[in-house]
């Protein structure tokens, strides 16, 4: 049974940073691909960030220099460093996991596992 548990989330002034974690359960973590989502009331869930088993990355366009994906293995948790933020980067993130070791992309059909998600309020 897979889990991802997103955390870290909140309330934070424009300008400042959060980091967010996903801690993952019931999958092989060191071998997957994992990503983080973003998704405002009535608009799509896009990507923000992925990463490949062996610590490869990749941003949406737009977030590149501000986020900042990473993890650990051996805690089996997925973190996404926010920097700067922006009253835009308002939403709930998800974390997401695909069931390859390659990411094959930053679209919601590439990943098959997905977490609850967290909220991250900038204002």
């Known amino acids: 049974h897979v889990q991802l548990v997103e955390s870290g989330g909140g309330s934070v002034q424009p300008g400042g940073s959060l980091r967010l974690s996903c801690a993952a359960s019931?999958?092989?973590?060191?071998?997957?691909?994992m990503g983080w989502f973003r998704q405002v009331p009535g608009k799509e869930r896009e990507g923000v960030a992925a990463?490949?088993?062996?610590?490869?990355?990749d941003y949406a366009g737009s977030l590149k220099g501000r986020f900042i994906i990473s993890k650990d293995n051996a805690k089996k948790t997925l973190y996404l460093q926010m920097n700067s933020l922006k009253p835009e980067d308002t939403a709930m993130y998800f974390c997401?996991?695909?069931?390859?070791?390659?990411?094959?992309?930053?679209?919601?059909?590439?990943?098959?596992?997905w977490g609850q998600g967290t909220q991250v309020t900038v204002s």
């Open positions: 997401a996991a695909d069931g390859v070791r390659y990411c094959r992309g930053l679209s919601i059909s590439d990943f098959v596992y």
């Open positions: 019931g999958l092989d973590f060191s071998n997957y691909c």
């Open positions: 990463i490949d088993f062996d610590g490869k990355t």
